[in-house]
C-alpha cells in the first residue's frame, strides 16, 4: 500500500535519511524503532508532507504523493506533545479539521459522538477545556482529532512517551484494539522496545539513517539480521570470542573463527533442560528481584551474563556462589568481531 523509494532527506550538508526502501502493507500496524536521532521521526514527517525529500517518491495505492500537499494525502497523525488547541474545548479540538474542511454542523456533530465512543470518551466531557483534562484523556483526544477525518493512513509519533508507565501499559492495548477495529493502516514511531514488540504486525528497526531489519517482533527478537538490531532489542548477554568457542566445543558445533555472540538473558538459566547442551562455571555477583523473576548476573572467565529465574518459592542465590549456566548452542546468534 505505502511504498518509500530511494528516500533521501537532507539538513543543509547534513544527510538525516540516505537512499530509503520501505514497503508497508494495508491494514497493518508498523513500527519505526530506533535511539533518538536515527532518523525514524525524519521519515514519518516526509510521509506526512511536512519534509520534502531531496530524492526518491512516496506512493500509496498507486499514486505519487511526493509533491502532494500535506492536507490532501488523507494522512491522519498524532504528536508526542498532541498539539491539541488550549483555547479550544474537547468538541472544538475534535471537530477542527471538519470544520476546516467546511462540513455542516449536523454532520460534525455526528461524525464527533461516533468518535469519541470509540476511543473511550463521554459525551458529557464534550464542553471541558482540554487544559482540564488528564495525559491519557488528551492522549484519546488527539487520536480522535485524526481519526474523525476518516484517514486512509494514520500516524503516531512517540504518542504515549508523555504518560507513567502504568497508564502506557494500559494505552497500548486500547491502541491496538482500535487499529483493529478501525482496519486502518498505522504507523508507529517510537525508541521503546517492548511498545514495538507487542504492538507491531512487523517493525523497521532504524541506525543512522538506514533501515537495519524489517520484520515481525519475533523475527526482530529471536532472528536478529544485524549486531546492532540484537544488541538494541531486550537484555541480551554477550559473549566474546573465546566464549563462543568454548560453546561450540562443548555442544560439537563449528561457528567459524573469532566469532562474536548474543544470547537473550532468558535463554539462559541456572538448571539444566532437556535443550541444554552447554554448562558455563560462573560466580553470582549480583541479584535483582522482580517480582515475578529474579535476574542474577554472573561473572564467566571475566564476561558478565545474566539470566532470570521464575520466582517460584525455591530459594534464591547470593552473591559470591558459584553456579553453573545452562543454555543451547543453537539460542546464540552469531556475528563476525567488529561493529558495535
Known amino acids: ?36 536521532g536515527c532518523g525514524k521521526t525524519t521519515i514519518l514527517r516526509t510521509l506526512v508532507g511536512f519534509i520534502a525529500p531531496a530524492e526518491g517518491s512516496i506512493e500509496v495505492n498507486g499514486k505519487d504523493l511526493t509533491h502532494v500537499p500535506v492536507e490532501k494525502r488523507k494522512i491522519g497523525i498524532v504528536f508526542q506533545n498532541y498539539a491539541l488547541f488550549p483555547s479550544m474545548n474537547i468538541f472544538e479540538n475534535i471537530a477542527f479539521g471538519l470544520k476546516v474542511a467546511k462540513f455542516s454542523k449536523e454532520y460534525t456533530g455526528r461524525k464527533v459522538k461516533e468518535v469519541i465512543e470509540k476511543v473511550d470518551l463521554k459525551e458529557d466531557q464534550l464542553s471541558r477545556n482540554v487544559s482540564e483534562l488528564s495525559g491519557g484523556q488528551q492522549q484519546r483526544v488527539a487520536l480522535a482529532r485524526a481519526i474523525v477525518m476518516e484517514p486512509e493512513i494514520l500516524c503516531l509519533d512517540e504518542p504515549l512517551s ?16 482500535l487499529q483493529r477495529d478501525l ?75 573469532n566469532k562474536k555472540g548474543f544470547i537473550r538473558i532468558e535463554r539462559m538459566g541456572t538448571a539444566r533442560t532437556a535443550r541444554s547442551n552447554i554448562a558455563f562455571e560462573g560466580i553470582i555477583t549480583d541479584r535483582e528481584y522482580y517480582g515475578i523473576y529474579t535476574k542474577y548476573t554472573f561473572d564467566v572467565q571475566g564476561n558478565s551474563l545474566k539470566c532470570i529465574e521464575k520466582n517460584d518459592g525455591n530459594a534464591y542465590f547470593n552473591p559470591g556462589e558459584k553456579r553453573s549456566l545452562y543454555f543451547n548452542f543453537d539460542d546464540i546468534m552469531l556475528f563476525e568481531r567488529g561493529g558495535l
Open 162 to 177: 508523555n504518560l507513567d508507565a502504568k497508564l502506557r501499559v494500559g494505552l497500548r492495548g486500547e491502541l491496538k484494539r
Open 1 to 36: 500500500m505505502i511504498e518509500l523509494k530511494n528516500i533521501t532527506v537532507n539538513y543543509g550538508d547534513f544527510t538525516a535519511i540516505a537512499g530509503l526502501d520501505l514497503s508497508i502493507r494495508q491494514g497493518e500496524f508498523f513500527t519505526f524503532l530506533g535511539p533518538s
Open 183 to 257: 482496519g486502518i493502516t498505522t504507523l508507529y514511531v517510537t525508541h521503546d522496545q517492548e511498545e514495538a514488540l507487542t504492538l507491531s504486525d512487523r517493525i523497521a528497526v532504524f541506525n543512522k539513517g538506514k533501515v537495519e531489519q524489517v520484520g515481525t517482533p519475533d523475527e526482530i527478537y529471536n532472528h536478529s539480521a544485524t549486531e546492532f538490531v540484537c544488541d538494541f532489542i531486550g537484555d541480551i548477554n554477550r559473549l566474546s570470542p573465546a566464549l563462543v568457542e568454548e560453546a561450540a566445543r562443548q555442544s560439537g558445533n563449528v561457528p567459524g573463527k
